[in-house]
């Protein structure tokens, strides 16, 4: 053992007091880093703790190792529940786990980051919870994976919205598609209307010039018929319509298409057959009908009518509406001569004064203009009576509301007119009070006939039903002036109704009006959670929302026609 002299040791000492003095020096300079780091990291951790996202990491196979305290406000585990004890994966909803799983890795390797990843987890409790995911990969110095790290948002209120607006989207065009089709029919007889007459007529007309065969159109007039309806009134007039709309649809061809052309007026369009065939099929019908009697047990009437036939290509005509106005023309003549009889053009001189019209290169504006504003007015009809034939199949959903709407427009019309309302306005009021209620189509008879109290969500749904009736309204152009009186019919005086919040006289009068026939009617009648208020407990409560929930003027007026009932 080689003793060191004291000079070596000396030396050693010195040495190892420079090292020290190095590693001091180094300490002193990292210093700064590490209290940066520090500060990073307590930074970190306070806004992992306080943030309304779960924060989180994993390891590279994705078992957690870090969990922010707002993953069980969010899913309702505690950090310590998962972190090391479940991967990202075990929280997806279990049937598209293995989807999820596999998009989430795809995502990470091809792209790097996690952007916008939707994906559906379960809560502790079993309820589904959907979140919004971002993240990045965690690398070491040498760009081997250690992890991941990211954030996660609860989305679950927002995606239930998308959920509900996409199963109120579908429900609307449902029923689009319903009034669709309700538009085409005549709703008091069931027959198709005048607005699908030109649709199907245009299509025969194209098939029998392109094929070269045979059309005919018998139009059809029930001769004297408002003599039936002031003397047995409108409502067996109504009736002996649809009687005799199925007893027509009995008797003809099974390719015979019948249509309600307006008022007591019928079309029979038979493809393939000729004038002499169409006659004969026309003495025929006057023939059976002549005889029927139609009514009911109390009343009975047999009916006359006057039958027009035209047929192309004997009628020379270009385009297939001249054979409605040439039919027209005929039963115009016909009911000159009496009525009750079948004619063609051989029989009258509409032929030489159609062909001649027609040949004309200066048509008469006026008569033209005529002609646009009956077809207008008739697609009109048609269309407005399939909509409040639609409005009256609410009361199969809910027969509370079917028997409210009958008397809700009693009140509103009477109040309108107590109000010096124009003829114009009273009219409006009165198809509005029809309508208003037009919106609960789109809402469920479970919530329409629960006995109970409305949860917040249900009653949002009942509140949704003004926008449902402006939205299905909002294509018919003859009921625009309808539309904001049953749309704001449950706007408060005072501002505080809804859907738009509006007060005062910004809320239409005709809104204001039905507000208070509709609320009366409510108050007076059973509810399925409630049995029905007395007329005066009715009146105290009217009286006691005069300036804050109704107009006091429209007050007024409704206590005059309750005083005059009285």
């Not at 030396?11 to 520090?38: C, F, G, S």
């Not at 089709?181 to 209307?193: C, E, K, R, V």
């Not at 270009?318 to 079948?342: F, Q, T, W, Y």
């Amino acid at each position: 053992m080689t003793v060191k002299t004291e000079e070596q040791l000396k030396e050693e000492i010195k040495i190892l007091q420079a090292r020290i003095t190095e590693l001091e020096e180094l300490e002193l300079r990292n210093r700064p880093a590490e209290e940066a780091l520090r500060k990073s990291e307590e930074r970190f951790r306070r806004i992992a703790e306080t943030t309304g996202e779960f924060i989180w990491e994993t390891d590279a196979k994705g078992l957690y190792t870090y969990a922010s305290p707002s993953v069980e406000k969010i899913l309702g585990y505690k950090p310590e529940e998962i972190v090391g004890k479940k991967y990202f994966y075990d929280l997806f909803v279990p049937a598209e786990r293995e989807r999820l799983k596999r998009e989430a890795f795809e995502i990470l390797i091809k792209k790097g980051t996690f952007r916008n990843f939707f994906n559906p987890n379960v809560h502790k409790n079993g309820e589904i919870v959907f979140l919004e995911t971002r993240g990045l990969p965690i690398l070491d110095d040498k760009g081997e994976l250690l992890g991941y790290r990211g954030a996660d948002t609860d989305i679950t209120e927002r995606k239930k919205a998308e959920q509900e607006q996409e199963r109120l989207n579908k429900e609307l065009l449902k029923t689009n598609k319903k009034l669709k089709q309700l538009s085409l029919i005549d709703p008091s007889t069931g027959l198709y209307n005048h607005l699908h007459l030109e649709r199907a007529l245009e299509g025969e007309f194209h098939r029998a010039k392109r094929n070269a065969y045979p059309l005919s159109l018998i139009m059809l007039d029930i001769d004297y018929f408002k003599s039936i309806n002031d003397v047995y009134g409108h409502e067996f007039g109504d009736l002996v319509l649809r009687q005799f709309a199925q007893q027509l649809k009995r008797m003809v061809r099974r390719y015979d298409i019948v249509f309600r052309f307006g008022g007591e007026e019928f079309i029979i369009v038979s493809p393939g057959i000729d004038r002499e065939e169409a006659l004969s099929l026309a003495q025929r019908l006057l023939n059976a009908l002549n005889l029927y009697n139609f009514g009911d047990k109390k009343n009975s009437v047999k009916l006359k009518l006057s039958i027009a036939v035209v047929s192309y290509p004997e009628d020379r005509v270009s385009k297939e509406m001249d054979l409605v106005d040439l039919a027209e023309e005929i039963i115009s003549k016909v009911k000159e001569r009496g009525g009750n009889r079948v004619c063609s053009t051989e029989d009258t001189e509409a032929k030489g004064r159609a062909i001649s019209k027609r040949t004309k290169e200066k048509i008469d504006v006026g008569i033209l203009k005529s002609k646009i504003d009956k077809l207008t007015k008739k697609a009109n009809q048609g269309l407005v009576e399939a909509i409040f034939a639609f409005a009256k199949t609410i009361k199969l959903k809910d027969r509370y509301t079917g028997e409210h709407v009958e008397k809700t427009v009693y009140y509103a019309t009477e109040v309108a007119k107590e109000l010096s309302l124009s003829k114009g306005q009273i009219e409006f009021v009165k198809q509005a009070a029809v309508l208003h209620d037009l919106g609960k189509i789109g809402i469920s008879e479970r919530i329409l006939l629960k006995k109970s109290k409305f949860t917040k969500k249900e009653f949002e749904r009942i509140k949704s039903h003004p926008h449902i009736a402006a939205d299905i309204l909002r294509p018919i152009h003859a009921l625009h002036n309808v539309i904001p009186l049953i749309f704001y019919h449950h706007e408060r005086w005072d501002g505080k109704g809804y859907p738009g919040g509006i007060k005062g006289e910004d809320i239409p009068i005709g809104a204001r009006i039905i507000a208070i026939a509709d609320v009366y009617q409510a108050l007076t009648s059973d509810r399925p959670y409630r049995k029905a208020y007395s007329k005066r407990e009715a009146v105290k409560i009217i009286k006691k929302g005069s300036g804050t929930q109704f107009d006091p003027q429209v007050v007024n007026a409704f206590l005059e026609i309750l005083k005059r009932e009285r």
